[in-house]
């Protein structure tokens, strides 16, 4: 395994274990880091969604809400891509019933048995978790109606190996629908070489332009972006934003 991709397993093994299946209310996670900044997801998920699968907001690690991006059908199958504690992989398993599935993929032992644990808890049966990356997702080609992730593809060190995997699963008309981190100054030198930084989500972003040649080169069509948050870094040169990303598989 390499550096990068350990410093970023480690890093979620600790936050899952600091995780409880119900979590205090005090127990606030977001953007990626247990003890991290505000990337604009406070308040993307309803009340009543949570509810319905017996959860609270501080299960997410993520940058938004892509389960607001798409409309799901029932029957759908949906591919969560670094699926953390379930959260995104249960909502969606809801939305498309029981004719439909909600997959997650994720490395990290210690997420998967939370993810596993919350999805008893919900009493779901159309939901897996699947251990594998998301650069060699274990789904079939054209597999997959909706393709979701969020806040995961920035850890990747290959994003363009990540985006072509979703092409690859997704069946022709399917929908490329995440939330994710991008560089919108570029980022301190110095700072792009931090582990910790990577695995918090900062230093793993790629410019917007690079994110679309990327969809594109994949053979995504219309691929669009809405920066909806964010964020400088303290004593450092750069930004980076929590964005909304779609796109669509001809
Ligand atoms: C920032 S958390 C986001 C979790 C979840 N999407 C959420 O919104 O709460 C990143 C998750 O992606 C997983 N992850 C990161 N890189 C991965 C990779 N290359 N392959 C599979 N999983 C990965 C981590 O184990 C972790 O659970």
Redesign the pocket.
């Known amino acids: 395994m390499s550096e990068v991709?350990e410093a970023?397993?480690s890093?979620?093994?600790g936050?899952?274990k600091q995780i409880t299946v119900i979590p205090a209310e005090d127990q606030a996670?977001g953007?990626?880091?247990a003890d991290g900044p505000d990337c604009g997801?406070s308040g993307s998920y309803s009340v009543e969604d949570l509810e319905s699968i017996g959860l609270s907001e501080s299960?997410?690690?993520?940058?938004g809400n892509?389960t607001m991006l798409v409309q799901l059908e029932a029957g759908q199958v949906v591919l969560?891509?670094?699926?953390?504690?379930?959260?995104?992989v249960l909502l969606s398993a809801k939305r498309v019933g029981p004719g439909g599935h909600a997959y997650?993929?994720?490395?990290?032992d210690?997420?998967l048995a939370l993810a596993n644990a919350n999805r008893e808890k919900a009493d779901i049966h159309n939901a897996t978790f699947l251990k594998?990356?998301?650069?060699?997702v274990p789904l079939p080609d054209a597999s997959v109606d909706v393709v979701i992730?969020?806040?995961?593809i920035n850890?990747?060190?290959d994003k363009g190996a990540?985006i072509k995997e979703a092409f690859r699963v997704l069946r022709p008309g399917g929908l490329f629908a995440v939330?994710d981190m991008v560089e919108l100054d570029p980022l301190d030198e110095r700072l792009k070489k931090q582990l910790d930084s990577w695995a918090g989500?900062i230093s793993g972003t790629i410019p917007i332009d690079q994110y679309r040649a990327a969809l594109l080169d994949a053979g995504f069509t219309t691929p669009d972006f809405n920066v909806h948050a964010t964020q400088s870094i303290p004593g450092m040169a750069g930004q980076v934003g929590s964005a909304y990303i779609t796109a669509g598989k001809p």
Do not use: F, K, W
């Open positions: 991709r970023v397993r890093r979620y093994a936050i899952a996670v953007c990626c880091q997801c299960v997410s690690l993520g940058c892509p969560d891509l670094g699926s953390g504690a379930g959260l995104d997650g993929v994720d490395m990290t210690e997420m594998g990356t998301i650069e060699n992730s969020n806040c995961v850890l990747a060190e990540v939330a989500c």
